[in-house]
Nanobody, 123 residues
Framework: QVQLVESGGGLVQAGGSLRLSCVAS????????MGWFRQAPGKEREFVAY????????YYADSVKGRFTISRDNTKNTVYLQMNSLKPEDTAVYYC????????????????WGKGTLVTVSS
């Protein structure tokens, strides 16, 4: 059973930056494809970013491309999401995710979820 614990959320002004972290335990982290999703109030959970188990390939939602960067450190069992140029519409609970073996970049493609960390961007 994989456990994912996020941290790093908080309140930031528009244009600011935050770095989210997700520490994994209970499994072979280096073999997992990982990602981040977010869910804003009243909206469905949506894909944000994806990274392969080697860290060699990444993929982003159009809404965050060029502003967010996903990375991982397999020696620390940790995946990161660096968020720059934050906008009020980035306000959401951000969830760390470990994908199933056949990667599908939707919530149905996720095998394990963290409990989430809240990011609030003020205007």
């Amino acid at each position: 059973q994989v456990q994912l614990v996020e941290s790093g959320g908080g309140l930031v002004q528009a244009g600011g930056s935050l770095r989210l972290s997700c520490v994994a335990s209970g499994g072979a982290f280096s073999g997992y494809q990982m990602g981040w999703f977010r869910q804003a109030p009243g909206k469905e959970r949506e894909f944000v970013a994806y990274i392969t188990w080697t860290g060699g390939s990444t993929y982003y939602a159009d809404s965050v491309k060029g502003r967010f960067t996903i990375s991982r450190d397999n020696t620390k069992n940790t995946v990161y999401l660096q968020m720059n140029s934050l906008k009020p519409e980035d306000t959401a609970v951000y969830y760390c995710a470990s994908f199933r073996s056949a990667v599908v970049l939707t919530p149905s493609g996720v095998a394990y979820w963290g409990k989430g960390t809240l990011v609030t961007v003020s205007s």
